[in-house]
């Protein structure tokens, strides 16, 4: 139940910060790539156009940016020097797992 709990105070967290919505909005825009930028798939036929290349820059650009954003917020305790308190009120496997899902 605790975890639960957990979860939920973490998720919010990351909601409120502008660099969570930003991801968000650029990994929802990256679709739009794959029609000008980015076309790996053959222009053969207009499914690899208009389907394959955004579905394919879209995939690609989301998992960089959410690998970056993930890399970033799991560091954001030992940065604010705050790991050893948080240690102490949350057991670390506890954490993990919350900071996993959230």
């Known amino acids: 139940m605790k975890t639960m709990r957990l979860f939920s105070v973490e998720l919010k967290r990351l ?3 502008r660099l969570t919505w930003l991801v968000i909005f650029l990994t929802a ?3 739009a790539a794959g029609l000008f930028f980015y076309k790996p798939m053959d222009e053969g036929t207009m499914n690899s156009v208009y389907v394959g290349n955004p579905a394919m820059a879209g995939g690609l650009a989301g998992a960089v940016l959410f690998a970056l ?3 970033f917020e799991w560091d ?3 940065r604010a020097q705050m790991d050893a308190l948080t240690q102490a009120a949350v057991p670390p496997l506890a954490l ?3 900071r996993l899902f959230a």
């Open 15 to 17: 909601l409120c910060g």
């Open 29 to 31: 825009a990256s679709p």
């Open 69 to 71: 954003f993930a890399i």
């Open 76 to 78: 954001r305790v030992q």
């Open 96 to 98: 993990c797992l919350v």
